[in-house]
C-alpha cells in the first residue's frame, strides 16, 4: 500500500517535470552542457578560479539587493543610513561586512584566475575573445569597486571622488567637461552620489552579467584549455583536431567528474568571505562627509592602493602623461595580446618572458600596495604635537641646543622628519643628519630649502635658525663622525664637532653665534 | 458562448476567398516587396531611434552642457573675523546646492589676511589631487595629508607632487563683508573664481570701486 502510495507520487513528479519541459525545453540542452566532455587533465585545483569568481559575483549581487532595502542614496543621508544598517538593523553590519568582503575576494579571485589564464596559455587560440571580454570583466569588477567604495560616502569617499574629478581635470581641452560629467554638477554632492549610484546598481552589474554570460557560453563552446605540455604548440591549422581528440577519445564529463573541484572550492571561498565578515566586520563608513571637516587623511580602498602610491612617487612633470597613456597602454597591451601571441607554446617552463612579466607586475603590485598602506610620502600631521624628541637627544646639551629641540618641535619639522623611529617619513631620518651635513648645509638647508623640502626662510627668526642648527649638529647617530667642511678643515676653521668623544670644544656652537669657530681660532 | 464564426473560422467566405486572406502570397514579387519593407522598418527605427537619441544624450551631458553661471559673489564673514596677517579656516555653502545635498553643500577655504583689506583666500583642495590641505601656522605651511604636497602661505608651491601652488578665489570687500568669487570645484580645468571676474580694486574704506 504504502510503496504503491510512492510509486503514485513518483509518477505525479515525472508527470510535472515532463509538463514543464515540454514547454521550456531547458533541462535537456542543461544537462547536455553540464555534462560537456573537458580534457581529463582539465579536472584540477588550478581550474577552480573561474567558477569562483561567478560564485562570488553571484554572492555581491545578492548582498548587493539586500542592502539597497536600507540604503538611501542621497548624499543627505547616505552616510546615516551605513550608520543605521550597522548599528540599528538586524544583522546589518553582518550584510554590510559580507559585501565589502566578497568584493575583496571577488578582485583577488579574478586576479588569480587571470594569471592561471596567462600563465597556461589559455588565451591563445581559439580563445582569443574570451580573453579579451574577461579583460573587460576586470576592468567592469575595479569598476564596481571603485563606485561601491564611493556609495560608502564617508569622507575617503568625499575625498576619492575629489581626487577622481583631480585626475579628469589633467584630461587636455575636455578637461572641465569630462569633471562635469563625472561630477554631475559643479561641486561634489548629491547629484554625483546619484549617477555612482546608477553606475553601481544598474549599469556596471548589467554589464557584468551580459559579459559572464558570454564569457560562460564561449568556454562551454569552446571546451575549456587543456592542461598545458612543454613542447605541445598551439597551431590555427591543427590544434581544433586535437583539443578534439583530447576531449572525445580521453575525455570526462564536467559534470561530475571536473565539476566537484569547482563546488569545494567555491564553498571554501563563500565560508572565507563569510569568516572574514564576521571576524573583522564591515568597512567603515569613517567621518561623515562634511568638507568643513578637514582633519583627514583620505585613502582609497584596497585594490587601489597600489595606484595611490604611484600617484604619490611619480615627478609632478610626468604626473599628467602618465595618468593619461599609462592606462590606455596598460588596457591596450591586455587586449592585444591574445592577437599577437595566439600561438606557439603554452607551457610557462617555455615562456620565460611571461613568468618574468608576472613576476615583476605581482612584486610591484604588493610593493605599491605595501607603500599606500604605510603612505611614508605623507608627512604625520600631528607628529609636532605627539611625538617627543627623544630625552637621549637632550641629555647633556647647551642650552641653545635644548632651545633647538623646541624650534624643532614647534616648527613642525617632526611632521616630515622622524627622529628616534617617531615622525613622519616625507624626508629623510634626522638622527644622524649632522654626519651628513655641514654646518653650512644644514642652514643652507633650513633656509632655502631644496630636493623637495620647502624653504624656512620666512618661517624662522635668526635665532630660531641658530638654535635649530645647534640642536640638528647633535643629532650624530652613533657617535658617527660629523659631516666637516674640508675646505674649512685646510684652513684651520671649524674644526671637526666636539661632539666626537675626547674633543674639548663645547658643542653645538653654530658659526651664526657669537662664539663662532672662527673666533676661537688660535 | 461560443460565436458561430468561431466553429467556421473562415467566416462568411467561400474557401478560395479565405486562401487569399490568410496564406502568404509567395510570388517572387511579394518576396521582394517584403524584403523592402523590412529594410523600411530598419530605416524607421533607425530614424526614431537617432530622434529618441537626442533629448536622452542631452539629457545625459546636462551637467556638461549647462551654458549658466556656476560662479557667483558669496560673502564669506565679516572682515573683522579675520585678524591681519594670520590665516583662517573658513566655509560658505554652495550658490547652486540642492536640500539632498546636505552637508556637502558645504565647501571650507582658507582666507589669509595679509593686511588691511588685502586678503588670499585659498582653495581647500591640493592642486596635486583635490586633498584638503592644512594651515601648520608655526611652519607657515600648507600641508596636504594625501601625497606631501607642501605650499608656502602665500599659497605658492613649496613642495611634493603638485605642479603648482594652491587655487585661489577672487575676492572683495563690500562693507564689512569679505566676499568671495565661487561654485565650482577648483581643479586644473575649472577654475575656483570665473575666469571673466577680476579682483576688484579695493578703496580705503573697504568699498569695492565698481560699486562707485
Not at chain 1, 592606462?327 to 610557462?348: D, F, N, Q, S, T
Request: charged share 15%; hydrophobic share 45%.
Amino acid at each position: 500500500m504504502a510503496e504503491l502510495k510512492k510509486k503514485g507520487v513518483q509518477k505525479a513528479g515525472i508527470e510535472v517535470y515532463e509538463w514543464f519541459e515540454h514547454r521550456l525545453g531547458l533541462a535537456k540542452p542543461a544537462m547536455e552542457a553540464a555534462a560537456h566532455p573537458i580534457p581529463s587533465s582539465s579536472a584540477s585545483w588550478w581550474y577552480v578560479f573561474g567558477s569562483a569568481a561567478t560564485v562570488l559575483f553571484v554572492l555581491q549581487i545578492m548582498t548587493g539587493i539586500l542592502l539597497a532595502l536600507v540604503y538611501t542614496p542621497s548624499a543627505n543621508h547616505a552616510w546615516s543610513s551605513l550608520q543605521f544598517l550597522n548599528n540599528n538593523v538586524e544583522l546589518g553590519w553582518f550584510l554590510r561586512a559580507l559585501h565589502g568582503w566578497g568584493s575583496d575576494f571577488m578582485i583577488a579571485i579574478v586576479l588569480i584566475h587571470m594569471v592561471q589564464v596567462f600563465m597556461f596559455g589559455a588565451y591563445k587560440f581559439p580563445r582569443e575573445l574570451t580573453w579579451i571580454i574577461g579583460v573587460f570583466l576586470l576592468l567592469l569588477t575595479l569598476g564596481m569597486a571603485f563606485t561601491g567604495q564611493v556609495l560608502r560616502f564617508d569622507q575617503d569617499a568625499y575625498w576619492g571622488l575629489g581626487i577622481g574629478a583631480s585626475i579628469m581635470s589633467r584630461v587636455p581641452i575636455i578637461g572641465a567637461p569630462l569633471v562635469h560629467f563625472m561630477l554631475g554638477g559643479p561641486i561634489i554632492g548629491s547629484a554625483t552620489l546619484s549617477r555612482f549610484f546608477t553606475l553601481h546598481v544598474f549599469v556596471i552589474p548589467g554589464l557584468l552579467l551580459a559579459g559572464v554570460a558570454l564569457h560562460l557560453l564561449m568556454v562551454l563552446r569552446l571546451g575549456i584549455n587543456e592542461w598545458p605540455m612543454p613542447g605541445r604548440i598551439v597551431r590555427k591549422a591543427t590544434y581544433e583536431a586535437e583539443y578534439h581528440q583530447l576531449t572525445e577519445k580521453d575525455g570526462m564529463p564536467f559534470v561530475p567528474d571536473g565539476a566537484w573541484k569547482d563546488a569545494i572550492f567555491a564553498a571554501a571561498i563563500i565560508l572565507a568571505v563569510m569568516a572574514c565578515a564576521f571576524f573583522f566586520g564591515p568597512f567603515g563608513p569613517t567621518g561623515q562627509p562634511d568638507p568643513t571637516i578637514i582633519q583627514t587623511a583620505p585613502k582609497p580602498d584596497a585594490p587601489f592602493l597600489w595606484l595611490f602610491a604611484v600617484l604619490s612617487l611619480l615627478p609632478p612633470s610626468m604626473e599628467t602623461p602618465v595618468i593619461l597613456i599609462a592606462p590606455v597602454l596598460i588596457i591596450g597591451a591586455m587586449l592585444l595580446l591574445p592577437l599577437v601571441a595566439g600561438e606557439g607554446e603554452k607551457h610557462w617552463s617555455r615562456r620565460p618572458v611571461a613568468v618574468l612579466m608576472v613576476s615583476v607586475i605581482a612584486v610591484s603590485l604588493g610593493i605599491f600596495t605595501r607603500l599606500g598602506t604605510t603612505t611614508p610620502w605623507s608627512p604625520v600631521m600631528n607628529a609636532w604635537s605627539s611625538d617627543a624628541v627623544p630625552t637621549k637627544y637632550l641629555h647633556e646639551r647647551t642650552p641653545l641646543e635644548r632651545q633647538g629641540a623646541i624650534v624643532f618641535q614647534d616648527k613642525q619639522c617632526r611632521n616630515c622628519h622622524e627622529v628616534g623611529g617617531e615622525g613622519g617619513r616625507r624626508g629623510p631620518e634626522l638622527d644622524s643628519v649632522a654626519s651628513r651635513l655641514t654646518e653650512d648645509q644644514l642652514v643652507r638647508q633650513v633656509l632655502q630649502g631644496g630636493g623637495n623640502m620647502p624653504a624656512y626662510g620666512n618661517a624662522l627668526s635668526p635665532a630660531e635658525t641658530t638654535a635649530l642648527v645647534a640642536f640638528l649638529k647633535t643629532l650624530n647617530g652613533n657617535d658617527l663622525r660629523p659631516a666637516q667642511d674640508a675646505s674649512r678643515v685646510l684652513t684651520g676653521e671649524n674644526p671637526p664637532s666636539a661632539t666626537v668623544p675626547g674633543e674639548k670644544r663645547p658643542s653645538g656652537q653654530s658659526h651664526l653665534s657669537k662664539e663662532s669657530p672662527a673666533q676661537e681660532k688660535p | 458562448m461560443n460565436e458561430p464564426h468561431t466553429d467556421r473560422p473562415t467566416g462568411d467566405l467561400n474557401p478560395e476567398e479565405n486562401k487569399l486572406q490568410s496564406e502568404p502570397k509567395s510570388g517572387p514579387k511579394d518576396r521582394t516587396r517584403r524584403i523592402f519593407l523590412f529594410k523600411l522598418s530598419l530605416l524607421l527605427n533607425g530614424a526614431v531611434g537617432v530622434v529618441l537619441a537626442v533629448p536622452i544624450v542631452r539629457y545625459l551631458l546636462g551637467p556638461v552642457i549647462d551654458k549658466k553661471n556656476a560662479y557667483t559673489w558669496i560673502a564669506l564673514g565679516n572682515v573683522a573675523d579675520f585678524p591681519e596677517g594670520e590665516t583662517r579656516l573658513a566655509d560658505y555653502r554652495n550658490p547652486t546646492t540642492t536640500a539632498w545635498d546636505g552637508d556637502t553643500g558645504k565647501v571650507a577655504c582658507w582666507v589669509r589676511r595679509v593686511s588691511g583689506n588685502q586678503f588670499q583666500v585659498f582653495a581647500i583642495n591640493c592642486a596635486h589631487l583635490g586633498c584638503p590641505v592644512r594651515w601648520f601656522s608655526e611652519s607657515k605651511l600648507f600641508l596636504c595629508p594625501c601625497h606631501g604636497g607642501a605650499y608656502y602661505q602665500d599659497g605658492s608651491r613649496a613642495a611634493g607632487p603638485p605642479e603648482r601652488g594652491l587655487f585661489e578665489y577672487k575676492y572683495r570687500v563690500a562693507g564689512a563683508k569679505l566676499m568671495i568669487n565661487a561654485g565650482e570645484l577648483p581643479t586644473l580645468s575649472t577654475p575656483a573664481s570665473a575666469k571673466n571676474t577680476n579682483f576688484v580694486p579695493l578703496d580705503k574704506i573697504g568699498r569695492a570701486t565698481w560699486q562707485s
